[in-house]
């Protein structure tokens, strides 16, 4: 089989999946939910980890970022737009585990990772200007990522 073909049928199979189960969520409430989202997007993970197919690696992260959205609505993501967050935080993952995993850089996902996640958080400009010191530590993580991901990164 073709990898075009292979890839056709992992994206449709994705989206059958992906949305069954948003068909299904609706008659779940509170954790049922983002359980069922963390479950979801975890099966694509590894999927992802075992055939090494970058379209499933897209679903796997979307997924399970809207589970820990949903998880941390009443707890650890309180009085921010959690949803927003948690996708936002899913873009990112995307970039980060193809650059760990495969050595391969990707930057779209981080556009609306970045937009999205600045939107959730309500004062994420005044909480970066106050906060300064860790734009360093996210500076030092990129660049210790890129090391990392040696010669073989490439952007996209």
Not at 81 to 109: D, E, K, M
Request: proline share 4%.
């Amino acid at each position: 089989m073709s990898p075009q073909k292979r890839q056709q049928l992992y994206s449709g199979t994705a989206l059958i999946v992906l949305g069954l189960t948003l068909y299904f969520l609706r008659s779940f409430e509170g954790l049922g939910r983002s359980a069922i989202f963390l479950l979801v997007g975890g099966a694509f993970l590894a999927a992802y980890f075992y055939r090494r197919e970058f379209g499933l690696l897209v679903p796997a992260c979307l997924t399970s970022g809207l589970g820990v959205g949903m998880l941390g609505e009443g707890a650890f993501l309180e009085g921010y737009h959690s949803t927003l967050v948690g996708l936002g935080l899913g873009f990112v993952a995307i970039t980060l585990i193809a650059l760990l995993y495969q050595r391969q850089f990707h930057a779209w996902p981080l556009i609306p990772g970045v937009v999205l996640f600045l939107l959730g958080v309500p004062d994420a400009f005044d909480y970066a200007l106050t906060n300064w010191p860790l734009i360093l530590v996210a500076l030092g993580v990129l660049i210790l990522v890129r090391a990392i991901g040696g010669r073989g990164a490439t952007p996209s």
